[in-house]
């Protein structure tokens, strides 16, 4: 995704390795990060920094699903 977007998908409840790459290329700046999905929770990754300055960084923010 380029800078600012944002995406959702349904997944199922497991560890998934994340990794971040430059915009339109395929060059790893990040990762791979263990992402772990569980229910009955929304997972949000924000990712924020600069690849050429080195300050990328990363928070994982899970908020419940109201059912």
Do not use: C, E, H
């Amino acid at each position: 995704m380029s800078n600012g977007a944002s995406a959702y998908k349904q997944l199922p409840t497991t560890t998934y390795a994340m990794t971040v790459a430059l915009a339109d290329s395929d060059t790893q700046v990040m990762g791979p990060l263990n992402l772990k999905i569980v229910r009955p929770f929304n997972t949000i990754v924000y990712v924020w920094g600069s690849a050429a300055d080195g300050t990328l960084a990363y928070k994982v923010q899970r908020v419940p699903i109201n059912r």
